[in-house]
């Protein structure tokens, strides 16, 4: 195909992104992460994508960025960008994107789970950001998503050791959604894609903002923008659908309107 470090997939309104670079646990090398960027913005873009899956392999989600391409860049290497020039593409990001992790999450794997709006984890799933063993911190939201996943204590416990956390002990800190085994992951990941790709994709772009909102601003600023939102999407054709459907005891025929 188009790509050498990822594969995409349509199903429906579902796409399916996978990273593949099985030689190195999916570790997020300049080539992934732009073709990742570039698969990702693409379906965004398009009005027949409802939502996104990302996924790994069995082994890996991704077990960080990769550490050999970036262990000898310079400070203005990175300041300049690094590996990663365009690397805030993936969080704006208007279209719901699940993520479905087995195996490593580790660094800048764990960093972009925490990027998508819903974690499933298989069984196997073990999340981390060792990057403090090898002289660094978390360079990709990490210091700052976690913390507002799990709460301050734990997370600075697995940022400032690099201890691992398995799936079960994720789910209980609210860094997952919900924990499968490993052979229904990408099955069961799916199915909640579907179920969202059939909503309004207008109202689905406004409650995945609000929900943003919600980890980016104050309160009563997050209030005032879902207000807003609320009352704009009276102002969609699907919404008055939505709404008509239910008073008729049907099911919603969603224009995306
Ligand atoms: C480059 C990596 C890699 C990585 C694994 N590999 N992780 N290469 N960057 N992050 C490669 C290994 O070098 C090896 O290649 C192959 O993948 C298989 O890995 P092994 O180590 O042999 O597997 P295993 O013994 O099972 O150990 C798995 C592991 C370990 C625990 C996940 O690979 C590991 O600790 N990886 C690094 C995890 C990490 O520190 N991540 C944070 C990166 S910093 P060869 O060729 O030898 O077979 C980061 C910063 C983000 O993410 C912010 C950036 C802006």
């Given at each position: 195909g188009k790509y050498t470090a990822i594969l995409t997939e349509v199903n429906g309104r579902v796409a399916t992104i996978t990273l593949n670079r099985p030689e190195a646990l999916n570790a997020l090398n300049s080539t992934l992460v732009s073709e990742?960027?570039?698969?990702?913005?693409g379906f965004d873009a398009d009005p027949n994508i409802g939502a996104i899956v990302l996924t790994g392999s069995?082994?890996?989600?991704a077990a960080g960025a990769d550490i050999k391409e970036m262990g000898s860049l310079s400070y203005s290497d990175m300041l300049?960008?690094?590996p990663f020039p365009s690397w805030e593409g993936?969080?704006?990001?208007?279209?719901?994107?699940i993520a479905a992790v087995s195996g490593y999450a580790l660094g800048g794997g764990c960093e972009l789970a925490m990027m998508c709006d819903i974690i499933l984890a298989a069984?196997?799933?073990?999340?981390g950001q060792p990057?403090?063993?090898l002289g660094t911190l978390p360079g990709f939201g990490g210091s700052q998503r976690l913390p507002r996943a799990v709460g301050k204590y734990k997370a600075a416990e697995l940022v400032l050791t690099g201890r691992q956390m398995g799936a079960e002990e994720a789910e209980r800190s609210g860094l997952v959604s919900r924990v499968v085994p490993a052979a229904e992951l990408l099955e069961e990941a799916r199915k909640v894609a579907q179920t969202i790709a059939e909503k309004s994709l207008p109202a689905l772009y406004v409650a995945k903002a609000a929900l943003q909102a919600a980890q980016e601003t104050p309160l009563a600023e997050g209030l005032k923008f879902e207000r807003q939102a609320f009352a704009a999407s009276f102002a969609t054709e699907d919404q008055k659908e939505g709404m008509r459907a239910f008073a008729e005891k049907r099911a919603a025929d969603f224009s995306h309107r």
């Open positions: 990742l960027i570039e698969a990702a913005l069995e082994r890996a989600f300049l960008g690094g993936f969080e704006r990001l208007r279209t719901p994107v069984d196997n799933a073990k999340f990057e403090i063993n």
